[in-house]
């Protein structure tokens, strides 16, 4: 059976967004966690960025962008579930940029998985960073 040129073209380009996906998960992911506060989990309730000091209109545009850049992710994660690449990485990486009704709660659950948490705590201790809080179920 042979592959059609504009299927080859597709199929290279799936390629290229699985392996662009992987790199910027496996730079992306210990960058972010580093720099999350020890007690990120541990909060009863998160502060949102419409409570937060400072400029509201930066704050309004970051919202904006992390809400498109996760929507795009989350479309992204849902073809690679059909096609070759990281699709559930891709999927989950964009549901945690966005926000939503819920969400602490979700990253709460999720870090109370085994080994999650551990794994977490890992990734700060090798760049010299105190270990998360464990959340309080």
């Given at each position: 059976?042979e592959i059609?040129?504009?299927?080859?073209e597709?199929?290279?380009?799936?390629?290229?967004?699985?392996?662009?996906?992987?790199i910027l998960?496996l730079?992306?992911?210990?960058w972010?966690?580093?720099?999350?506060?020890?007690d990120?989990?541990?909060q009863p309730?998160?502060?949102t960025w419409?409570?937060?000091?400072?400029e509201?209109?930066?704050?309004?545009?970051?919202?904006?962008?992390k809400?498109?850049?996760?929507?795009?992710?989350?479309?992204l994660?849902?073809?690679m579930?059909?096609?070759?690449?990281?699709?559930?990485?891709?999927?989950?990486a964009?549901?945690?940029?966005?926000?939503?009704?819920?969400?602490?709660q979700?990253e709460?659950?999720?870090v109370l998985?085994?080994?999650?948490?551990?794994?977490?705590?890992?990734?700060?201790g090798?760049?010299?960073?105190?270990?998360?809080?464990?959340?309080?179920?």
């Amino acid at each position: 059976m042979e592959i059609s040129a504009d299927m080859q073209e597709l199929l290279l380009i799936a390629s290229a967004v699985s392996v662009g996906a992987v790199i910027l998960a496996l730079v992306g992911v210990p960058w972010v966690v580093t720099r999350l506060p020890a007690d990120y989990f541990s909060q009863p309730r998160r502060k949102t960025w419409r409570e937060s000091d400072g400029e509201p209109l930066f704050a309004v545009f970051i919202g904006l962008v992390k809400n498109l850049v996760g929507a795009l992710l989350v479309a992204l994660g849902l073809v690679m579930l059909v096609t070759p690449g990281q699709g559930l990485l891709t999927l989950l990486a964009g549901l945690l940029l966005m926000n939503f009704p819920g969400k602490y709660q979700l990253e709460r659950w999720l870090v109370l998985r085994p080994g999650v948490l551990r794994a977490l705590n890992w990734l700060r201790g090798r760049q010299g960073h105190d270990p998360f809080e464990h959340p309080d179920t």
